[in-house]
């Protein structure tokens, strides 16, 4: 079988190689070929040059890996799409967090003003790829990274679905599973015998039950404070605020949480997140594309992106006590291991249940039937549908409702350069807190 990602000089695109590697399933199930595709011939040959190292270090059969800077090329004759594309670069999400933090409201590029905008310029591009998709290789599954991916991936399913193509979209990201493993460490029960009941948007939901032997602990996690603040999350929000909220939200909610101190923390940083990224890797870039350490090109690579781990939302976790994160979530695995899962689930029709972000159609009660929305769903190898969540609090649905409004309002500005669906989008974001600081953050990125 063939995986095409797109984004393929991207810096994360090892971990996904990795995965590959690792995939010790049926042979003819497995991925044989990957082909990587970027506007970006420099990045190809770096993370090229990565992959090799790994593919020399495996004692077992790899991938063979092919670069293009064609599109279409890259699609023909593909089983599987990856979507990790990044419209504008880190230069581009460095100026969304700046443009942002200068009106005094989030800068951050999925969450807030910084993430409208990233969707504004992201959009479009997303859905000239999925029209390709759609007619080079419209057998083809689609799985999207994307950010903000759950309109990402809402734009890119309308167009499978107005070519009678079906629901051959998903999106996936790696917070969810990230929180329910924590949880069921923290109860001291193995992280695959343990069934999730999560619900909500990409980078917006709660995890509501942790089931194991048919019990929900999560109320036995939520009483004792020493197990609840011992993982991230937990730390994060604190026990005086999980236990009256009744449930463990998704890491990015304490952009909404506690929003005065995350701001103030993120302006009082002497780079933003986007600045230090583009820092880091653009040192890591440079020093491949020098050709002075072919044979430590993994090395370089697994050294940086340790530092990204370590430093991933530093400014919140400054703000909540200043902790470190635990060894075991600095590995980066986790959204290269669902991807993994969804292709072996639809290829082998191996039935699994995964947390991802499909059209809703009627598992969140007052979301619509193409809403993306973020929930457990059985795999198999007819895709991914959505399981019944029930009834959702009102405080977790009026959220998930305003950000769909802001999705779709985004979506909408994408489709028809309105002017007007974009100011609503900024305008409507619950973390923007004036009309009047939207129409200024619409004109710094260069109007609409």
């Not at 420099?42 to 991938?63: E, F």
């Not at 083809?140 to 309308?158: D, H």
């Not at 995890?207 to 602990?217: A, H, I, K």
């Not at 598992?363 to 959702?392: I, S, Y």
Request: hydrophobic letters at 40%.
């Amino acid at each position: 079988m063939r995986l095409t990602v797109l984004g393929g000089g991207g810096f994360r695109v090892p971990l996904v190689y990795r995965a590959l590697l690792e995939d010790g399933g049926d042979p003819s199930g497995r991925i044989g070929e990957l082909v990587l595709y970027d506007t970006d011939q420099g990045r190809l040959d770096a993370i090229g040059a990565v992959l090799a190292q790994q593919a020399r270090q495996h004692t077992g059969p790899a991938p063979s890996v092919r670069a293009t800077t064609d599109l279409d090329d890259a699609l023909r004759g593909t089983d599987f799409v990856f979507s990790a594309i990044r419209v504008g670069g880190l230069a581009g999400r460095t100026r969304d967090e700046r443009i942002a933090l200068d009106e005094g409201v989030l800068g951050q590029e999925t969450v807030g003003a910084g993430g409208v905008l990233y969707g504004l310029r992201t959009l479009p591009v997303a859905v000239h790829i999925a029209e390709r998709v759609a007619t080079v290789a419209p057998d083809a599954w689609v799985i999207n990274f994307t950010n903000p991916a759950g309109m990402v991936t809402e734009a890119m399913s309308r167009v499978f679905r107005d070519r009678g193509l079906g629901d051959r979209v998903i999106g996936i990201c790696d917070s969810p599973v990230g929180l329910c493993r924590r949880a069921a460490r923290a109860l001291g029960t193995d992280p695959d015998r343990a069934d999730y009941d999560y619900v909500g948007l990409n980078h917006l939901g709660w995890l509501r039950r942790v089931t194991v032997g048919g019990r929900d602990r999560l109320p036995e996690l939520l009483a004792d404070t020493e197990r609840l603040e011992s993982f991230e999350e937990g730390r994060l929000f604190g026990a005086d605020w999980l236990r009256p909220l009744g449930a463990l939200p998704n890491e990015y909610l304490h952009y909404y949480y506690f929003n005065r101190e995350a701001v103030a923390s993120v302006r009082q940083a002497p780079a933003t997140r986007g600045e230090f990224l583009d820092e880091q890797q653009s040192r890591f870039y440079r020093e491949l594309r020098s050709g002075a350490r072919p044979d430590s090109a993994y090395e370089l690579w697994d050294r940086t992106r340790l530092e990204r781990e370590e430093t991933y939302m530093a400014e919140s976790r400054q703000v909540s006590g200043g902790w470190q994160r635990d060894s075991c979530d600095l590995d980066g695995g986790g959204y290269d291991r669902v991807a993994l899962a969804l292709m072996r689930a639809i290829s082998r029709n191996e039935r699994t249940t995964l947390i991802l972000n499909v059209a809703n159609r009627a598992a969140v009660p007052g979301l619509d039937q193409e809403a993306v929305v973020e929930v457990p769903c059985q795999v198999d190898a007819a895709g991914a549908r959505p399981l019944a969540v029930g009834a959702v609090a009102p405080d977790q649905l009026g959220l998930m409702l305003s950000l769909k409004a802001v999705e779709r309002s985004a979506i909408e500005a994408a489709e028809s350069g309105s002017r007007a669906a974009a100011l609503r989008a900024l305008a409507l974001h619950p973390l923007v807190d004036s009309v009047r600081v939207a129409e200024r953050i619409l004109e710094a990125a260069g109007g609409y």
